[in-house]
Nanobody
Framework: QVQLVESGGGLVQPGGSLRLSCAAS????????MGWYRQAPGKERELVAG???????NYADSVKGRFTISRDNAKNTVYLQMNSLKPEDAAVYYC????????????????WGQGTQVTVSS
């Protein structure tokens, strides 16, 4: 079974940095796009950043210039470097990946991690 395991969340002061990681494992044939979403209390889940398997990236306007998404295809891992964090960045961050499995035919399906909490507070 495919699993996406996130790590790197925590408490940071405004202006600080965190680096999130998400490793995919379990019966993977290939991974297409990967991304990070976040959901704050009372708000809808929103896309933070995405990256294709070729390395093309896109970002939410609110994080451009502060966050950087990257991936290591050999490790099936995606990263999110978050700098200059603001209180409004606080949320549960979820990893997402479009994965073709060894046993699921030729289609790519979206998979989600369990989420990691990011708290920005002094």
């Amino acid at each position: 079974q495919v699993q996406l395991v996130e790590s790197g969340g925590g408490l940071v002061q405004p202006g600080g940095s965190l680096r999130l990681s998400c490793a995919a494992s379990g019966g993977i044939f290939s991974i297409n796009a990967m991304g990070w979403y976040r959901q704050a209390p009372g708000k809808e889940r929103e896309l933070v950043a995405g990256i294709t398997n070729g390395g093309t990236t896109n970002y939410a306007d609110s994080v451009k210039g502060r966050f950087t998404i990257s991936r290591d295809n050999a490790k099936n891992t995606v990263y999110l470097q978050m700098n200059s964090l603001k209180p409004e960045d606080a949320a549960v961050y979820y990893c997402n990946a479009d994965i073709r499995t060894l046993y699921g035919g030729i289609l790519y399906r979206p998979y989600w991690g369990q989420g990691t909490q990011v708290t920005v507070s002094s």
